[in-house]
């Protein structure tokens, strides 16, 4: 029987060089990645997401629950996104779309994009979109809510991403922190990690994704495809590639 992974990710999970795709996209890396494995993905994200958003996904959607049942391994690709700079609260950047009429909306998000690079270098990247603790939490309440649901299902993590983006001013303070947290935490709970710095920083140094900064071309999902494949493979016992 072909494995199924259910993915909860961020934009990172399908964005491509120039926009975001469908999740039946075969070159994003959750489909690359189960590909390698013989299988298929479920990928479950939204732009923007943190692993507080992955928490309540876990809680909140019944698409996810019906996953949950039968799925062989849960990536959970979060983390990425909570260590980015906002210099507005989550709850006043988010609620921009709810403004009205439509000329304020768009005066007020157009106001705060060419804000938010400057204020970015001048806070020094922070406060971050969701702090280091709070992602740990999240990370935490996620695993072992899915390890009470399905007991011995493999799950997976990954080290958040680095970014270029000048949205941000090129400012990326707070992923060491977050990162380090995340990787004691995974060693505690027995989460395997997929290092996206050492897979993909280059790639995105280098200029060679997405022109934001931010997301990947598609060297890059083969790259990160491959190696949470493997890592899969290990975790179900399914050969992955050479």
């Not at 590909?35 to 990928?43: H, L, N, P, S, T």
């Not at 980015?84 to 709810?98: A, D, I, K, Q, V």
């Not at 270029?164 to 977050?178: E, I, K, L």
């Not at 179900?236 to 050479?242: A, L």
Request: hydrophobic letters at 45%; one cysteine or more; aromatic letters at 6%.
């Amino acid at each position: 029987m072909s494995p199924r992974i259910l993915v909860l990710g961020d934009s990172l999970t399908f964005h491509g060089p120039d926009r975001a795709y469908a999740a039946d996209e075969p070159r994003l890396w959750p489909n690359v990645a189960a590909r390698d494995v013989g299988g298929a993905a479920d990928i479950v994200a939204r732009s923007g997401w943190t692993a507080r958003d992955a928490w309540w996904a876990l809680i909140s959607d019944p698409r996810v629950w019906a996953d949950l049942r039968r799925v062989d391994a849960v990536v959970l690709a979060v983390g990425s996104m909570d260590a980015l700079p906002s210099p507005l609260p989550t709850y006043l950047r988010t609620g921009m779309r709810y403004l009205r009429p439509d000329g304020l909306r768009r005066a007020t998000r157009a106001a705060y994009r060419s804000v938010q690079p400057r204020l970015a270098v001048a806070l020094r990247g922070r406060p971050a979109a969701l702090p280091t603790k709070l992602t740990v939490r999240y990370l935490d309440r996620c695993t072992r809510a899915m390890r009470v649901l399905r007991p011995g299902m493999p799950i997976l993590g990954i080290v958040p991403a680095p970014h270029h983006a000048p949205a941000y001013g090129y400012v990326h303070a707070v992923r060491d922190a977050t990162s380090r947290a995340v990787a004691a935490w995974a060693e505690r709970a027995g989460v395997p990690l997929v290092d996206l710095p050492g897979l993909i920083g280059d790639h995105v140094r280098r200029g060679q994704g997405n022109p934001d900064g931010m997301h990947w071309g598609w060297e890059g999902h083969e790259l990160v495809g491959a190696a949470v494949g493997r890592l899969l493979g290990s975790e179900i016992g399914v050969p992955g590639p050479s």
